[in-house]
């Protein structure tokens, strides 16, 4: 018995397992509950009880070892390529899928570089924001329509609370962190109580700017707005303020740019006007700034704010909201080189 398996062993040690077929024969031949190894298990019965305690031990070596050659064999084939098949190195590489960046980050991310260019920073403020920020410090009555259920989303059973309605509430925080001077732009979902259709949708997003130190000007702001307008419709885009309001600029302004479509001749985007508006605009209310723990007669500031929908839709001629919001990868798959 012990010969036998001292015999095995040997024979295990001398084989050579190149390929797949040899593998197996192996593995039926010695590993397998019917090969040789398993035989021995069979003879062990027969083995004197004085010698079962050394004969036992001696199999066991045997089987751990014939199991080893396998495992490594098998390692080894699987690593190594087999340059005898037909493997085809020349066929082109199949395309593979990749997604698409959604239009509304690709413009976000445009007009945040824009800005980023003339020395603004990124910040941030929460959606879900208390009546404080998004209201009360931007000098909005406590009448006034936005703070209707009509046109705001309140947080149940936490009357102070609601949806933020515009980022401009992102303003007031950065206001309050009381670091000066500020040139901030604030990117962020907003939230309306408005019915859903092509025009208008409850969700859309804002970016709002602030610029806040000793003495900027009126001239500031229109500088600042052109270079914007330039950067992202082209150099020879025109820009034009009216008078508009806004609770906490003082002027307040509406921006409109030279139609991009018609280069301002009349088209039906523009409703034959040659313009078209993109964004609300004003110098800071100096209340807003007291408001915010500001001495507004130190500093002053501008503010604007847009929809980035809006500039999205006059950008790339996208003329339903709703396609935003459906994350159809046929429409978002058409922004895959933009
Ligand atoms: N918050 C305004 C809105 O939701 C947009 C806006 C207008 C922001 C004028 C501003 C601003 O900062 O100065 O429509």
Redesign the pocket.
């Known amino acids: 018995m012990i010969n036998k398996i001292q015999q095995l062993t040997l024979e295990i040690e001398q084989l050579q397992l190149t390929n797949e077929t040899e593998l197996e024969n192996y593995r039926l031949e010695y590993l397998s509950k019917k090969g040789k190894i398993g035989a021995l298990m069979d003879d062990f019965r027969t083995v004197p009880n004085e010698q079962k305690k050394e004969v036992g031990a001696l199999i066991n070596v045997l089987k751990t070892k014939a199991q080893e050659l396998f495992d490594v064999a098998k390692e080894n084939l699987e690593n190594t390529v087999d340059v005898t098949t037909n493997v085809d190195y020349t066929r082109s590489v199949a395309e593979h899928q990749v997604g698409a960046r959604h239009p509304l980050s690709i413009v976000r991310n445009e007009i945040l570089d824009v800005f980023n260019r003339i020395g603004f920073n990124v910040s941030d403020g929460p959606e879900v924001e208390d009546d404080w920020h998004n209201f009360s410090a931007l000098n909005f009555p406590p009448e006034h329509p936005a703070r209707d259920m009509q046109d705001t989303f309140f947080i149940k059973d936490a009357p102070n609370m609601a949806l933020r309605t515009?980022t401009?509430s992102i303003?007031v925080r950065v206001m309050e962190g009381g670091q000066l001077p500020i040139r901030t732009i604030s990117p962020g979902r907003v939230y309306r109580n408005e019915a859903v259709s092509a025009r208008a949708h409850c969700q859309f997003h804002?970016v709002?700017g602030l610029y806040i130190d000793k003495g900027v000007s009126f001239a500031d702001l229109k500088q600042t707005l052109l270079y914007f307008s330039k950067e992202l419709y082209g150099t020879n885009t025109k820009i034009r303020l009216r008078p508009s309001y806004?609770p906490?600029?003082e002027p307040?302004m509406e921006m409109d740019i030279s139609c991009p479509f018609c280069a301002a001749k009349g088209c039906n985007i523009c409703k034959g006007t040659g313009w078209v508006e993109i964004l609300?605009?004003?110098m800071v209310d100096p209340q807003v700034l007291d408001n915010c723990g500001i001495d507004s007669k130190v500093y002053s500031g501008f503010?604007?704010?847009m929809g980035i929908e809006r500039i999205t839709m006059l950008k790339y001629q996208v003329n339903d909201l709703r396609l935003f919001f459906e994350n159809d990868v046929r429409f978002i798959n058409q922004f895959k080189n933009a």
């Open positions: 515009h401009s303003q804002q709002e806004f906490f600029t307040s609300g605009c004003g503010a604007f704010g």
